[in-house]
């Protein structure tokens, strides 16, 4: 920038002069930069609108398409203490009667008591002692140890030992190579204690491997015990497995001792209830934040502040003017509108699902209603004692779930799978939005940087004016200066003759 001469000569403020020329071009710059913001604002509050609308998608519209969230059972055993038991959505309601005679084991394995060091001297033996001070290792620097967990022609698992490992690295290097066994090492009894984590005839711990090494660690001749099946009855039927953990005919059962057990399951009406409510509940939150935002008040004259307007304003009003603004960036928008259109459609009359072959066609044979035009789709649940306005209806769903729970779950599975297939729909991934998101996303990108570069333009732009201004007013005052200059010479000139 050229030398500034700031009103020496003519006596003007140019500084400020110029400062006042230039809030006039600065305002081009304002109106863009404001633009951006409210673009960026407008892409966060989607983001989080985004952000609820999947969390419903993956949750309560998932859970109304499977069959497994209505269905499900209950189950009372007549003595927990020998059976306990789950029914998955297959298992058969009634009494079932069950008789363990026999539960399933383990092998188990516990070596000798190491009393004696290499050199036969008496020994308390830790974690911390190291296998060389057990075992002469000679010229060697490792040994081999080997560990089965099958009765019969089971791959043995070979295991490293270095001489300077210590008890409780053994114990670890052996449990990170053979998963399916349990080791420890017991100090309060020196001597190494295996079990297999399977159970079931076919198991039996063996070690193989070095024989002084074996010998060191207590199980020489050391095998383990041979693991049993177990047996039961299941309604008249026995049955055999290799676990106590057992799937039969949908019920998982857990074997703790032997006896007799009656076990019985029934539907579960009130978690299939819940569930209905559950979906009911989230459904009318999203669809309220939805509303609002598209039926928020238009706002007039109001736009982000600069900071020279921020500086005039206080905190509390700064946050009130600008949420003024960012409550009303989502008014009347087309992807919402579309949105709550849809889901409207489907939950609310149910008129977009296939309902040919359902015994209940609509959910307001279900009691599922939709109440006052002004509340825009809220659902209500005829005779709930949560919703004021409907309690004291008859309740509908209760009623059908007691008397048919199976096509009650059919109409709101064929509900469910509309309405995720339509977010699902909404959510794909195009030129101008990304995967699982509702919004244009990567429109909103691609124009917040075509805001910036308009910026930066402009900027540059108004540093070009503000330093022709300058040189403007430099070359006034040089010019005035010059004249001034002039003038005293002319009158020094005139006062000079007389």
Do not use: C
């Not at 990304?434 to 402009?458: E, G, P, W």
């Amino acid at each position: 920038m050229a030398v500034q001469f700031s009103g020496l000569a003519s006596g003007l403020d140019t500084d400020n002069i110029i400062k006042e020329l230039m809030k006039a071009e600065r305002m081009k710059v304002d109106k863009v930069k404001k633009q951006k913001t409210k673009l960026e604002w407008r892409k966060d509050i989607w983001k989080e609108m985004n952000k609820k609308l999947y969390s419903f998608y993956t949750k309560q519209v998932y859970n109304l398409r499977s069959k497994g969230t209505f269905m499900k059972k209950t189950t009372v055993s007549s003595n927990d203490s020998i059976i306990s038991a789950k029914a998955n959505v297959n298992a058969a309601e009634g009494t079932h009667t069950l008789t363990v005679t026999q539960l399933a084991k383990a092998s188990f394995l516990t070596g000798d008591k190491i009393t004696k060091d290499k050199d036969n001297n008496d020994i308390d033996v830790e974690a911390s002692t190291k296998i060389s001070e057990l075992l002469d290792f000679g010229a060697d620097t490792e040994k081999m140890i080997s560990i089965t967990t099958q009765k019969n022609g089971g791959t043995p698992v070979e295991i490293t030992i270095g001489k300077d490992d210590t008890m409780a690295q053994i114990v670890y290097n052996i449990k990170k190579a053979v998963a399916d066994v349990n080791i420890s090492f017991d100090s309060n009894f020196d001597r190494v204690m295996m079990s297999s984590k399977n159970q079931g005839e076919d198991v039996k711990l063996q070690v193989g491997g070095d024989a002084n090494l074996i010998k060191a660690l207590g199980l020489e001749g050391k095998v383990g015990t041979d693991g049993e099946n177990s047996i039961f009855t299941y309604n008249g039927t026995e049955l055999v497995s290799d676990s106590n953990e057992i799937t039969v005919n949908g019920l998982t059962l857990t074997l703790k001792a032997k006896g007799d057990v009656n076990i019985t399951v029934n539907q579960d009406t009130q978690a299939m209830y819940d569930n209905v409510k559950d979906f009911i509940t989230e459904y009318n939150k999203i669809l309220v934040e939805i509303n609002e935002k598209l039926g928020a008040d238009r706002v007039v004259g109001y736009e982000p502040l600069t900071q020279d307007e921020k500086k005039a304003m206080s905190e509390d009003d700064i946050k009130l003017w600008e949420q003024k603004i960012k409550d009303s960036l989502l008014r009347r928008d087309d992807i919402l509108t579309s949105l709550v259109d849809s889901m409207r459609s489907i939950v609310g009359s149910s008129s977009g699902v296939d309902t040919s072959g359902l015994d209940y066609r609509y959910l307001s044979e279900l009691g599922i209603v939709t109440g006052k035009y002004t509340e825009k789709g809220i659902l209500h649940i005829d005779g709930d004692e949560d919703d004021t306005l409907y309690a004291a209806k008859t309740n509908k769903l209760k009623e059908a779930i007691e008397q048919d729970p199976e096509k009650v779950a059919d109409l709101l599975n064929a509900i469910g799978d509309k309405l995720y297939s339509k977010m699902q729909e909404k959510m794909k991934s195009t030129e101008i939005s990304s995967a699982f998101t509702f919004f244009n996303d990567k429109q909103m990108d691609n124009q917040i940087d075509d805001y910036k570069d308009r910026i930066t333009v402009l900027e540059d732009k108004l540093t070009s004016i503000e330093e022709r201004y300058y040189r403007q007013f430099t070359a006034m005052e040089k010019a005035i200066q010059m004249m001034n200059s002039q003038s005293a010479s002319l009158a020094s000139m005139l006062g000079g003759s007389r």
